[in-house]
C-alpha cells in the first residue's frame, strides 16, 4: 500500500541511495510532493525515527512484514527490488522478521560463509539428492560436483577453516571425474590462505565463472530441492561462482555432456559460439604466366607427339568465384604480392598437377627425418612449403637448419663483394650468393634458453622462433643472421606461426595471451587475452582472418585478427591443447591433445562433429593433406595415423536444434575412419608435412630408452 511505500522511499532518500529511490517511484508512480506529504504521517515519522516520532517498534515490524508482503505479491523485477528494499530495511531497524524465509535468504548472502562443520553435510546431502534423481537429470546435476567442491573447500581454506577443509577434501575428492584429477593435484596443495595468494589457478577459478549447460527441467529441479532444505550455502555458490547456460529441451545424456566439458572454466557458453565467422578462403590473385618451353621440348625429345596444351595466360583467376563464406577480400590489409612470390605460386600449380590424389583406396607415402644423437633435445620442427629446408629448435638454445635437397644453403656475399656484381645480368640471384659459405646445415646461435617453437615465412626468406627467454627471433635465411628479437611476453613462448600470406605472425606462452606480430614492428599490434592457462600453440586459418589458440586450460579460441575478440570457445579436451591443423578448405579445424584424442570442430557453427580415438598419448603433430582427404595425425606414442577426413565431415548433423541446445551425437566410428598406423622403433613424432605432391613428412627425435 502507499503508505508503506512512501516509507522505504523515505529510507531510501535517508540512506543516499538516489538511484534506487528514482527506480522504486517510477515503478510505484509516486511523486516527490507525495514522498512529502506523507512524510508528516505519524506512522511514517515514527518508523524512520525522525524528530519528534515516537511511534512503538511492534508499529515498525507490522509494516517491515506489510512491505515484505508487497514484495511477495509484486511480480518480476519489482519483486526483487521490493524484496532487497524491505531487507535492507530489516537492517536498518534491527527487525527481523521470521517468518519469512525469502529475507533471511537474502540476509545470509552477506555473510561470508556458513557454519564450517556444516560444509560436508551441505554436500553430501547434495550427493544425495542427485544420485537419487531421475537418470535424465542426474548426467546433468552431476556436472556441479566439481565446481562446487572446488569453490567450498577454498571458501573453507579462505575462512581459515583449515582442518574442515582437509577433511572435505579427503571425504569427497575421489568422487570426481578422472580428468580434473591434475587440478586437484594443485588444489590438494593449497591448505592456507596465504598459499591462494600466488596460485593463479585458483585466483582464475574464483573470479571466472565455471559454466554449466544444464536443461530448464533439471535447473528447476535443483533449484526447487535447494530452496526447500534452504540450502543457503549451495545456493549462493551457485549463484555467484557458477554461470548456467539454460537450455529448452530434453537433458543431455552422460555421453552428450562427457564429449563436451573437462576445461577449466566448464563449457562455453553458447552465446560464445554464435558470432559470425568468415571461414571461406580468399580468391587468389590473377597474374599472367609465361607458357612453359622446356616442358615441351622435353616432352618431343622422348618421342612422344607434341600435346596442345590449353593457355595459361592467367592462371590464378581458375574463374573461381568469390567464396560466399569468404571475408572480404580487403578486410585486414595482406602484403602485395612480389615477382618472386608469383614465380613460387607457378611452381606450386605445376606441382599441384602432379598431385596424387589420396584416399581411402591411395594412401601416401611417409617419410620420416629422424633426428639421431640429438642430445641437445629437439623441442620444435618446421619444414617449409616446398620441403626444401628443415629446422629444428634444440634446448640448448640453438636453432638448426638443413638443406634436404641436394642444394646446398649459402649467405649472400659481404658488401664489398656484393658491389663488385654486375647488378642487370640474368643470374643476379644466383651471383649474389656466396659458394664457401654452402654447407647442409647452418646453426643460428641468439636465444638464451630453450627454443620451443619455429616457423618459416612462406617465401623463404625468414625463420621465426621463439623460446624459454622471453623473445621471438627473426632470422634471415640469405645471411643466417638474427634481424630481430620481439619482446613482448615476460615469460617462456611457447609457440609462434607465420601467417600464410607472411608479414604477420602470431605467438602464445606462458602468460596466458597470445600475440599478433608485424615484421617491421616491435610492438605487438594484437593481445588475444582470455585463456586461464599458458596458450601451447597457435595457429592462423587459411585466409589469415583468424587464429586459432590452444591452451593448458583445455580449450580452443579462435580470435579474429580484426578486432582482437574472442569468436570461438571450443571445449572437450581433457587435458592440455598441442596441436591445431585447419582444413584447406578453412571450414574445420582438428584440434590433439595429452588426452590422446583428436577432435573435429565445425567452425561456422561453431560445433564438435567428430572425435578419433587411437592414440595412447600426447599428440603434437596434425596435418591434413592438401586437398583435405586426409588427416594425418603424430604422437608420443611413436606412431602416426592416418584417418579418412572426406568421410569424418561428410553427412554433419548441423540444424539448427543442435547448434541452438549443442547436443552433439558423436559416432563411435574412430575405427572405420582409421587408414593407417604407421609405428616408429623409438621416435616421438613432433612435426608432419605434406609436400605439394602429397607425400607425407615426418620428424622426431630418436630416443633410446
Not at 118 to 129: A, D, N, Q, R, W
Not at 156 to 173: C, I, T
Not at 467 to 486: H, I, K, N
Not at 492 to 520: C, E, I, K, N
Request: proline share 4%; glycine share 8%.
Amino acid at each position: 500500500d502507499r503508505q508503506t511505500l512512501v516509507a522505504v522511499l523515505q529510507f531510501l532518500r535517508r540512506s543516499n541511495l538516489r538511484e534506487s529511490e528514482e527506480i522504486l517511484r517510477r515503478e510505484a508512480r509516486l511523486l516527490g510532493d507525495d514522498l512529502g506529504a506523507a512524510a508528516l504521517s505519524p506512522a511514517g515519522a515514527g518508523l524512520l525515527g525522525a524528530p519528534g516520532g515516537d511511534a512503538d517498534a511492534a508499529g515498525g515490524e507490522a509494516l517491515l512484514s506489510r512491505v515484505t508482503a508487497a514484495a511477495a505479491i509484486a511480480i518480476g523485477g519489482s519483486a526483487a527490488t521490493l524484496l532487497l528494499y524491505a531487507n535492507a530495511f530489516a537492517v536498518g531497524g534491527g527487525v527481523v522478521v521470521e517468518d519469512q524465509p525469502d529475507v533471511s535468504a537474502v540476509l545470509s548472502a552477506y555473510n561470508q560463509q556458513g557454519d564450517p562443520t556444516l560444509y560436508e553435510e551441505y554436500y553430501s546431502g547434495l550427493k544425495h539428492f542427485i544420485e537419487c534423481s531421475l537418470d535424465c537429470h542426474r548426467a546433468e546435476l552431476s556436472q556441479l560436483f566439481y565446481p562446487l567442491f572446488v569453490h567450498m573447500y577454498l571458501e573453507l581454506v579462505y575462512n581459515q577453516h583449515e582442518s574442515e577443509a582437509k577433511s572435505f577434501f579427503e571425504r569427497f575428492h575421489g568422487d570426481q571425474e578422472c580428468y580434473y584429477q591434475d587440478d586437484l593435484r594443485v588444489l590438494s596443495s593449497l591448505t592456507k590462505k596465504e598459499h591462494m595468494k600466488g596460485n593463479e589457478t585458483m585466483l582464475d577459478f574464483r573470479t571466472s565463472k565455471f559454466v554449466l549447460r544444464i536443461s530448464r527441467d533439471s535447473y528447476q529441479l535443483l533449484k526447487r530441492h535447494l530452496q526447500e532444505k534452504q540450502n543457503n550455502q549451495i545456493w549462493n555458490i551457485v549463484q555467484e561462482h557458477l554461470y548456467i547456460d539454460i537450455f529448452d529441451g530434453m537433458p543431455r545424456s552422460k555421453q552428450q555432456i562427457d564429449a563436451m566439458v573437462g576445461s577449466l572454466a566448464g563449457e562455453a557458453k553458447r552465446e560464445a559460439n554464435k558470432a559470425k565467422v568468415f571461414f571461406g578462403l580468399l580468391k587468389e590473385p590473377e597474374f599472367d604466366v609465361p607458357l612453359d618451353d622446356e616442358d615441351e621440348e622435353g616432352e618431343n625429345e622422348e618421342g612422344k607427339p607434341k600435346k596442345k596444351k590449353p593457355k595459361k595466360d592467367s592462371v590464378g583467376s581458375k574463374s573461381k568465384k568469390q567464396d560466399p563464406n569468404a571475408p572480404p577480400q580487403n578486410r585486414i590489409p595482406l602484403p602485395e604480392l612480389k615477382d618472386s612470390d608469383k614465380l613460387d605460386k607457378v611452381m606450386n600449380m605445376k606441382e599441384a598437377a602432379r598431385r596424387v590424389r589420396l584416399g581411402p583406396e591411395c594412401l601416401p607415402s611417409i617419410c620420416f627425418y629422424t633426428f639421431l644423437n640429438a642430445y641437445q633435445g629437439l623441442t620444435a620442427v618446421d619444414i617449409t612449403d616446398d620441403s626444401s629446408m628443415i629446422v629444428g629448435g634444440f634446448a640448448d638454445s640453438t636453432v638448426r637448419v638443413w638443406s634436404v635437397t641436394p642444394k646446398k644453403l649459402r649467405s649472400v656475399k659481404t658488401a664489398a663483394d656484393l658491389s663488385l656484381i654486375d647488378k642487370e645480368s640474368d643470374d643476379v640471384l644466383e651471383r649474389i650468393m656466396d659458394e664457401k659459405t654452402a654447407s647442409e646445415l647452418k646453426i643460428l646461435y641468439g636465444h638464451s634458453g630453450p627454443v620451443y617453437g619455429t616457423s618459416f615465412s612462406p617465401d623463404r626468406n625468414y625463420l621465426l622462433s621463439c623460446s624459454e627467454d622471453g623473445t621471438v627471433r627473426l632470422w634471415s635465411l640469405q645471411t643466417f643472421t638474427c634481424l630481430v628479437g620481439y619482446k613482448g611476453h615476460n615469460y617462456p613462448v611457447w609457440d609462434t606461426q607465420f601467417s600464410p600470406y607472411g608479414y604477420y605472425f602470431v605467438s602464445g606462452g606462458h602468460d596466458r595471451v597470445a600475440r599478433l606480430w608485424a615484421t617491421d614492428h616491435y610492438q605487438p599490434l594484437r593481445i588475444f587475452a582470455g585463456h586461464l592457462a599458458d596458450v601451447t600453440c597457435t595457429r592462423f586459418h587459411p585466409n589469415s582472418n583468424y587464429i586459432a589458440t590452444g591452451s593448458a586450460d583445455r580449450t580452443i579460441r579462435l580470435w579474429d585478427v580484426l578486432n582482437g575478440n574472442c569468436v570461438r570457445i571450443f571445449t572437450g579436451h581433457k587435458g592440455p591443447i598441442h596441436s591445431l591443423a585447419f582444413s584447406p578448405n578453412g571450414r574445420f579445424l582438428a584440434t590433439g591433445a595429452t588426452d590422446g584424442r583428436v577432435l573435429l570442430w565445425d567452425i561456422g557453427h561453431g560445433l564438435m562433429v567428430g572425435e578419433l580415438k587411437g592414440h595412447t598419448d600426447t599428440i603434437y603433430a596434425l596435418r591434413f593433406s592438401r586437398d583435405g582427404e586426409i588427416l594425418a595425425s603424430g604422437s608420443m606414442d611413436n606412431t602416426v595415423r592416418l584417418w579418412d577426413a572426406v568421410k569424418a565431415f561428410e553427412d554433419l548433423e548441423t540444424d539448427d536444434f543442435t547448434t541452438a541446445t549443442g547436443h552433439i551425437n558423436l559416432p563411435e566410428n574412430s575405427q572405420d575412419l582409421l587408414l593407417g598406423t604407421y609405428m616408429t622403433k623409438s621416435t616421438p613424432v613432433v612435426h608432419l608435412h605434406f609436400t605439394r605432391r602429397n607425400l607425407l613428412l615426418a620428424a622426431g627425435a630418436y630416443s633410446s630408452q
